[in-house]
Nanobody
Framework: VQLVESGGGLVQAGGSLRLSCAAS????????MGWFRQAPGKEREFVAA????????YYADSVKGRFTISRDNAKNTVSLQMNSLKPEDTAVYYC??????????????WGQGTQVTVSS
């Protein structure tokens, strides 16, 4: 499966952004989907994940209550709505797909990433 992220940009603290990831290739609903991020000089970290059907979601504590992951299996897309953004949310955000698992350990396939910068 090929993954292409979009929607990154520059936003002030307290603002919102919506990231999207478009998937192509095998049946989208065969994959659990997730979002990860990597800030400069830091390891890539888990942000959020959603199950194959979209019935369940899982968030890192650092974004819980501020970010919402969703998917549209008819449109082969997964989105990450990010509200109340903080400067520490600045990172490259990656979309990930996995056929067999979901959560922090997922990642059979990755997108190229989209930059999110939050100014203070």
């Amino acid at each position: 499966v090929q993954l292409v992220e979009s929607g990154g940009g520059l936003v002030q603290a307290g603002g919102s952004l919506r990231l999207s990831c478009a998937a192509s290739g095998r049946t989208f609903s065969s994959y659990a989907m997730g979002w990860f991020r990597q800030a400069p000089g830091k390891e890539r970290e888990f942000v959020a994940a959603i199950t194959w059907s979209g019935a369940s979601t899982y968030y890192a504590d650092s974004v819980k209550g501020r970010f919402t992951i969703s998917r549209d299996n008819a449109k082969n897309t997964v989105s990450l709505q990010m509200n109340s953004l903080k400067p520490e949310d600045t990172a490259v955000y990656y979309c990930a797909a996995s056929a067999t698992t979901w959560g922090p350990t997922m990642g059979d396939y990755w997108g190229q990433g989209t930059q999110v910068t939050v100014s203070s």
